[in-house]
């Protein structure tokens, strides 16, 4: 598995795939999908798809493969190379949801939540695979929200395709099993050996699990917060564990807007607005000078926020 597509810019979404084995241009095949790390407030989730043809499901069932999370890291790294050397009858392919990504996604104008999110994904990627000849015939998901309302979203988005969408799918099909360990592996390693963009010296490697309830990680981000700037790429700056220990431990900003008077305003939080900076260098003579700069700040905070 070669991470350095995502590693040459981890602050944006990645796909990454196995050749198409020929046999599943030309055979029924079935397709199961799974992702790891939704819940973690540090790192990527990665969504996984793993297919082949229909008559080699035993094979995959005897490869004894399962579930991700009954499995610890040697197992599950020893299991993703049985699948990949099974190369002849076996593809996935994982998209790497970075944690700025999600956070982009999930903080912007419209809503945008993980669940959406989380769906737009796996139907990507089976778009992913009937785009590169992948006969599918049978589709199997671990739910996300109801799975009812999900497998009839999916059947109606892929007619033809027999969908089958049930809560911890990946303990019941193999196929989904294999999706799993795909994805799991894929972002184990990737924040095994993240590479932080920000200048932050050397950083503690041991955040835990990047579960909100863990003490290491609970640790490693009330030590890695900075009070003006937050977070790193590497936190989801979207959950509320991370807006929380912002809230409490940055420094408050005040943004002046044009329906308020960004003084008075900025005083009723006991802070001091922006322009004020701008406007004593001025000696408080040229007002001209002070309207352009409130207006390029205003105008600048706009374009930020249209741009999420």
């Known amino acids: 598995m070669d991470l350095s597509p995502f590693e040459s810019d981890n602050s944006v979404s990645c796909r990454l795939a196995s050749q198409i084995p020929d046999v599943c241009r030309t055979e029924d095949c079935c397709l199961g999908i799974d992702e790891a790390g939704r819940g973690p407030v540090l790192g990527p989730m990665v969504y996984g798809i793993c297919f082949c043809p229909v008559s080699k499901k035993q094979e995959l069932k005897d490869s004894k493969v399962a579930d991700s999370k009954t ?52 139907i990507d990627l089976v778009q992913y695979a009937l785009d590169s000849g992948v006969q599918l015939k049978e589709l199997f998901v671990d739910t996300v929200g109801p799975a009812d309302k999900y497998e009839d979203k999916l059947s109606k988005r892929f007619p033809g395709i027999d969908v ?39 950083v503690e490697a041991d955040y835990g699990s990047g579960y909100p309830s863990d003490p290491k990680t609970k640790a490693w981000m009330l030590k890695y917060l900075d009070p003006v700037f937050g977070y790193p790429q590497f936190v989801r700056f979207s959950w509320s564990t991370a807006q929380t220990l912002m809230d409490s431990k940055g420094v408050t900003v005040h943004w002046d807007d044009d329906d308020e008077d960004g003084e008075k305003g900025a005083q009723r939080q006991n802070n001091k607005s922006m322009l004020a900076y701008f406007s004593a260098s ?24 249209d741009a999420l």
């Open 71 to 122: 499995l610890n890291e040697v197992e599950r790294e020893n299991l993703f190379q049985k699948i990949d050397e099974s190369k002849s009858y076996i593809g996935w392919a994982l998209q790497i949801l970075s944690p700025n990504t999600i956070s982009t996604s999930m903080l912007q104008r419209t809503k945008y939540n993980l669940n959406a999110i989380s769906h737009d994904t796996a």
């Open 164 to 202: 089958t969408v049930r809560p911890k799918a990946d303990s019941l099909f193999p196929i989904v099993s294999a999706a799993s360990i795909c994805a799991k592996v894929a972002r184990d390693r990737v924040v095994k050996g993240w590479s932080f963009s920000e200048d932050m010296g050397d």
């Open 282 to 305: 001025a000696g408080g003579k040229d007002q001209t000078s002070t309207h352009q700069t409130h207006r390029f700040f205003t105008e600048r905070r706009l374009k930020s926020l």
